[in-house]
């Protein structure tokens, strides 16, 4: 699990797209993954891709398998909140769970 924002810098009233990239790189199928991504403290949701669900400040994907080698991506949009504090960082965390494996994290 990876993940990209498509800007470093934000000022209130800018939208952040985050991509999460994920894949399997073990060497059985992996099953009931469940992706969720944890919305940055000072922004509001505006979308997801792929079905993704928000709800109580988490979007979640359910991928029922992932094949060996193979990999996919989703993304979220989230508005930056006005006002806000000049320097303020805003953190944004994502998981991967699946049968096979322990929670995968990536912070961005």
């Known amino acids: 699990l990876s993940k990209t924002a498509d800007r470093t810098f934000a000022t209130p009233g800018d939208t952040i797209t985050y991509v999460l990239d994920f894949s399997n790189t073990g060497n059985v199928k992996a099953t009931n993954l469940v992706l969720e991504d944890t919305m940055p403290d000072n922004t509001t949701f505006v979308s997801a891709s792929d079905g993704g669900l928000e709800s109580s400040g988490i979007v979640t994907w359910t991928l029922p398998e992932l094949e060996v080698g193979d990999s996919g991506s989703v993304s979220i949009v989230v508005l ?27 912070f961005q």
């Open 80 to 106: 930056v909140n006005s006002p806000l504090e000049d320097g303020t960082t805003i953190f944004n965390s994502a998981s991967l769970t699946s049968d096979q494996t322990f929670p995968v994290k990536c």
